[in-house]
């Protein structure tokens, strides 16, 4: 948990809030759960959540699983932070950004003269971290070799540095990160089993962000008020984004999932001039994405498996939606576009009650558009009006 003092952000989500109220931790009925700036509300996060309320404040290894990007370090420090540990240090060791025959010291520390080039002694992870907690990211990346030395930190809490007979003990919190398939690499004989055992008494799976789509809004809000907050200029207002803009970004995959988000975020918050940021300030790949999408909602997937009949109109209502959309919803572009008489449209839309999502659509009118409403739009607008200024207004 952050002290006021330490100057460092204190957001909680409106959820969190609730559960600290209701579930205080039993160590300190006082104690209220703080996830400084961990935004979620979809039921796999508030698993997290719950997950991390029950175990921060253990000496239980956890492992964090997830894609690149889904959270995994925010996870390791708030299981940290709010834990008795808080006021002792957490140590951060990326595993496979450090080659591993400097791996070894990195952990355990050198004497002076251990190896060449170590000319000092030096202290090691493990050490700083005592009384804390240990963040081993990438831990699938570890060399067969440190991996034995590891299990005996996780059974023994001691180890010795390397040119040292010297035995050092410890007291760590080991929290452990991974976006490899562990399971996969014992099967290679690329990870002890054993070890995968003693860092997974407490599994955490990270969703990946195109499952969590219904807190893509949240997060962007979010990112947006942290841009803002940062900001040097004090004219800067926060910006918003169009409704075609924003489910374009609900739609999106986001393989690079949150931190990509974030990074487009602060990007578009730097470069586009206005206050609304709209469908065509986003990256090409993703308007891509969602002009060729064709496939089924994955919320409907997820629900329940949909009948046939079900399906082909979901199927039917995207496709015409698509079309609408990539047209400025003008219908007669639209039935081109599909390879259908307009008329025929015309119906296809009232039976789904398509209408309502015309909002969706971003109006942007420059001053050389001619303006139609949607009743008065008809072919003969059409045959008259050169394409690329039209525009609709209701
Ligand atoms: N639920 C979340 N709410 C707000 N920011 C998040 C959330 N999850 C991740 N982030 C932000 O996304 C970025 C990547 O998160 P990180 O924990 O480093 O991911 P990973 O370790 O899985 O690669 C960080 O800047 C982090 O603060
Ligand atoms: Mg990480």
Redesign the pocket.
């Given at each position: 948990m952050k002290n006021k003092s330490d100057g460092k952000e204190k957001v909680s989500s409106n959820t969190m809030n609730q559960q600290h109220n209701s579930h205080p931790t039993s160590h300190d009925k006082k104690m209220s759960l703080i996830y400084s700036?961990?935004?979620?509300e979809c039921a796999e996060?508030k698993e997290v959540f719950q997950t991390i309320e029950k175990v921060a404040d253990t000496d239980s290894t956890v492992l964090i699983t997830?894609e690149?990007?889904?959270?995994?370090?925010?996870?390791a420090r708030a299981i940290h932070e709010n834990s008795s540990r808080r006021n002792n240090p957490m140590v951060v060791l990326n595993c496979g950004a450090i080659p591993s025959e400097l791996l070894e010291s990195e952990l355990f520390g050198h004497e002076k003269g251990a190896f060449t080039g170590a000319h000092q002694p030096r202290i090691g992870r493990f050490e700083m971290a005592d009384g804390g907690t240990i963040f081993l990211?990438e831990i699938g990346d570890m060399s067969p070799g440190l991996q034995v030395k590891l299990l005996r930190v996780l059974q023994e809490q001691c180890f010795e540095r390397v040119g040292s007979v010297k035995t050092i003990h410890v007291n760590i919190r080991i929290i452990s990160?991974t976006n490899k398939n562990l399971k996969k690499a014992i099967h290679e004989g690329a990870f002890r089993e054993d070890l995968y055992y003693r860092l997974n008494v407490i599994p955490i799976n990270?969703p990946s962000l195109h499952k969590r789509k219904s807190d893509i809004p949240l997060?962007i809000n979010?990112f947006l008020e942290k841009r803002q907050a940062n900001s040097n200029k004090s004219a800067d207002t926060k910006k918003t984004f169009s409704k075609r803009a924003m489910e374009t970004l609900i739609n999106y995959n986001w393989p690079g999932n949150?931190?990509e988000l974030?990074n487009l975020i602060e990007r578009l918050s730097i470069l586009v001039d206005e206050d609304t940021i709209r469908y065509k300030d986003l990256p090409e790949k993703m308007k891509e994405k969602a002009t060729t999408r064709q496939n089924i909602p994955e919320s409907i997937m997820e629900r329940n498996w949909p009948g046939f009949n079900q399906a082909v109109d979901q199927f039917q209502k995207n496709l015409i939606l698509q079309a609408l959309n990539q047209t400025n919803w003008i219908k007669a572009k639209a039935a081109s576009l599909l390879k259908m008489n307009r008329t025929t449209l015309v119906e296809k839309i009232k039976k789904m009650d398509l209408e309502s999502m015309e909002n969706h659509v971003d109006r942007e009118f420059t001053s050389n558009h001619k303006y139609f409403s949607i009743d008065e739009l008809d072919i003969s607008h059409l045959l008259h009006t050169e394409k690329s200024t039209i525009s609709i207004m209701k």
């Open positions: 700036g961990f935004i979620g996060i997830g690149s990007g889904t959270g995994k370090e925010l996870t990211d990160a990270m997060l979010h949150i931190r974030e």
